[in-house]
């Protein structure tokens, strides 16, 4: 299964480092069953993406975290067999039970350095935007508005040296 992980600069770093990920509290998100009942239409392809989306919507939450961290949305794609979906949090929440490695990982997406100052305000007023603050949801909005830019596994080691 294709799994959407949410994570950092720092946590690309770890894991190139580490050759292993551990996600927070071991959430990523997928197209599941629920997902996939929850849209009237769409083709695999777009119901990944929107998962692809939550997760980095999760990634804002993370920056929210952590003031220090680089303010770029980062997912982290994996094939993993070990997922468990867990509707009862989100309809493409899923739950891994441990670490991926680096030879689970399909891909990266990562912000550019244009959408930083975006992506630190979204990060800032994430709350504020799902309590329905519009100003809030105007700003998620401008981070969103910006595509992450793929990056293949090997990649890695070179897009780290190069921030």
């Known amino acids: 299964m294709r799994v ?13 480092s580490e050759g292993k990920l551990q996600p927070v509290s071991g959430t990523g998100f997928a197209l599941t069953p629920a997902l996939r009942e929850s849209y009237t239409s769409g083709s695999t392809e777009e119901l990944e993406y929107a998962a692809l989306l939550d997760a980095a919507r999760a990634s804002l939450r993370l920056l929210a975290d952590d003031e220090k961290e680089r303010p770029r949305r980062v997912v982290v794609s994996v094939d993993v067999d070990n997922a468990t979906a867990r509707p009862d949090l989100d309809a493409a929440v899923v739950r891994l039970a441990g670490p991926v490695v680096l030879a689970e990982v399909a891909a990266v997406h990562v912000d550019s350095e244009e959408a930083e100052e975006a992506v630190r305000t979204a990060a800032n007023v994430i709350d504020a935007a799902d309590l329905g603050d519009l100003d809030a949801e105007f700003a998620l909005g401008d981070a969103e508005d910006h595509e992450l830019a793929w990056y293949a596994p090997q990649e890695l080691p070179f897009l780290l040296e190069l921030l």
């Open 4 to 16: 959407y992980l949410p994570a950092t600069i720092g946590m690309l770093r770890k894991l190139v």
